[in-house]
């Protein structure tokens, strides 16, 4: 069962919902694909880790073969090519490494080269098979990065919790692709319920099956909850504004591994979550 | 020397377009025939890389010298490379920016912005 985890903006609580749900389940995967600043790892601080370098693929032009028919430029609808003082000029991080440059020049004057984006560190920590993405800084895109990781747990057995990137743009689409439910973290405010708007409409979007935690939880109204009843979304779990919880996660430390109490809480919220999804695989076979 | 500029309107009364990279159409002025020509920016609805596609219609209009309010990162290396001198226009007609331009009024163009990719522009 893959569990994604994504909110509307950074510091919400997709980290801290998504460790702490992977590290109360037994033989677990959790993948961080919040491959700009990954920080899953600061609390699981994964053992044996094993690195693998992620590359893409960039067009290269043999000058001597290129007679300037200027095919590569028309074709290109990202327009990652330009064709200047006889020369074509390729803009990487433009190139969406389709290939089709390569397989349209007449006169076999394009191959392609690889070039490294990033890598991907996979390690353990207790029950939890620990996998990071991390995008090379300076690189536009962590879409590469984010496939791979999730090709990496296709056909994983059991649980696999996936931290998705901020916000709902290409990269939070490619690692919520896969995943049988879609957990929202929001908070309180109204600047957080603009956020959880957004990634409301994304799930919608993609037909995926979801619910709503609400973090930082306050003894006081709570927008993005009232967002929640107003749209008949189901709520699967509270987390209080909480010192102790605050000061455990800033100093690195898994709360579900510290303290019942919190053990508690993400265990009712899991249970929740695997219902719904058992639900929806009766539903919607 | 042939002249460039993005322009909202074919017309030497229309102001110049905010953007270069998706500015309707560019204005070709030649101050020797004194003639000027409108070009379609094909690279106008652009998923993106705008400023490149944008560029290389310069580039193939053999202009010597852009006017813009502002240009991005990928064009500017476009428009580099082929030589062509990018100068800041002033905020008033494409007539008003031929005319400080022939008098040596504009400068260089010094700020080249890194792109407004998915964020739009200010």
Do not use: W
């Not at chain 2, 101050?31 to 920016?41: A, G, H, I, M, P």
């Not at chain 2, 290396?77 to 030589?83: M, P």
């Amino acid at each position: 069962m893959k569990i994604a985890v994504l909110s509307g903006k950074g510091g919400t609580g997709k980290t801290l919902v998504s460790v702490n749900l992977a590290a109360i389940t037994k033989n677990s995967t959790y993948i961080d694909c919040d491959v700009e600043e990954p920080n899953g790892h600061l609390f699981f601080k994964p053992q044996n880790i094993q690195l693998e370098d992620i590359s893409i693929k960039i067009p290269t032009v043999d000058e001597k073969l290129c007679t300037g028919c200027r095919k590569c430029v028309e074709f290109c609808k990202f327009n990652a090519l330009a064709y200047i003082k006889d020369k074509v000029v390729v803009f990487d991080e433009v190139c969406h490494s389709c290939g089709g440059c390569v397989l349209f020049c007449p006169q076999k004057a394009m191959s392609e080269r690889e070039k490294k984006i990033g890598s991907i560190e996979k390690g353990n920590s207790e029950n939890v098979t620990v996998v990071t993405g991390i995008l090379k800084p300076g690189e536009a895109s962590g879409v590469p990065i984010i496939k791979q990781l999730i090709k990496e747990v296709e056909n994983k057995e059991g649980f696999t919790f996936i931290d998705s990137p901020p916000g709902s743009a290409c990269v939070v689409m490619e690692s919520i692709k896969d995943a049988d439910y879609c957990i929202l973290v929001a908070e309180p405010t109204l600047f957080g319920v603009h956020n959880l708007q957004m990634v409301h409409e994304l799930v919608k979007l993609f037909k995926k099956p979801y619910g709503v935690v609400l973090n930082k939880c306050l003894n006081e109204e709570n927008l993005a909850e009232k967002f929640c009843i107003e749209n008949d979304i189901s709520i699967i779990g509270r987390i209080p504004f909480d010192h102790q919880l605050g000061m455990l996660n800033s100093n690195g430390m898994i709360s579900v591994r510290e303290n019942d109490k919190y053990r508690d809480m993400f265990s009712d919220i899991l249970q929740k979550v695997t219902k719904e999804v058992q639900r929806e695989a009766t539903i919607n076979p | 020397m042939k002249i460039s500029m993005p322009v909202d309107l074919k017309s030497m009364d229309t102001n110049l377009c905010r953007s270069f990279g998706r500015a309707p159409y560019f204005l070709i002025y030649d101050t020797e025939s004194n003639e000027s020509v409108y070009l379609d920016n094909s690279a106008v609805a652009s998923q993106g890389g705008a400023g490149i596609k944008a560029a290389q219609t310069i580039v193939d209009s053999d202009v010597n010298v852009l006017l813009t309010p502002r240009c991005g990162e990928n064009a500017a290396r476009v428009l580099q490379a082929a030589d062509i001198k990018i100068y800041k226009s002033l905020n008033s007609s494409a007539k008003d920016n031929i005319d400080a331009f022939v008098d040596n009024k504009l400068s260089l163009l010094d700020e080249i912005h890194a792109g407004f990719h998915h964020h739009g522009g200010k």
